[in-house]
């Protein structure tokens, strides 16, 4: 008999996998999402974790996640309002950590 022929009666099914990717990456994006409406409010891009930006990156690696144009124009907003928030920080001669 073959490994490919032997079933795991505990395995989650594929539309569980599923259910549970969809589940971390609307989590990750609800956190982050979260952390830019504190920056905006605050004026300051300390309000966003890095390590949850290295995570989302790091879940997009891993899932080989490809960007399409309305993720593009998404993303386009997002980094229009950091950059903003850096601007507006330059002038009042505040800075994040690592720049």
Excluded: F, P
Excluded at 8 to 28: C, F, M, P, W, Y
Excluded at 50 to 67: F, H, K, T
Excluded at 74 to 96: F, N, Y
């Amino acid at each position: 008999m073959a490994d490919s022929d032997i079933q795991n009666k505990n395995a989650a099914s594929e539309d569980d996998l599923g259910t549970v990717h969809r589940l971390v990456t609307q989590g990750i994006k609800m956190k982050i999402a979260a952390q830019v409406k504190k920056a905006k409010k605050s004026g300051k891009v300390d309000k966003i974790s890095m390590r949850d930006l290295l995570a989302a990156g790091s879940w997009c690696r891993y899932n080989n996640v490809v960007g399409k144009s309305s993720i593009d124009e998404e993303l386009g907003d997002v980094v229009d309002e950091l950059d903003a928030i850096r601007k507006r920080q330059r002038k009042h001669k505040v800075t994040a950590v690592g720049e």
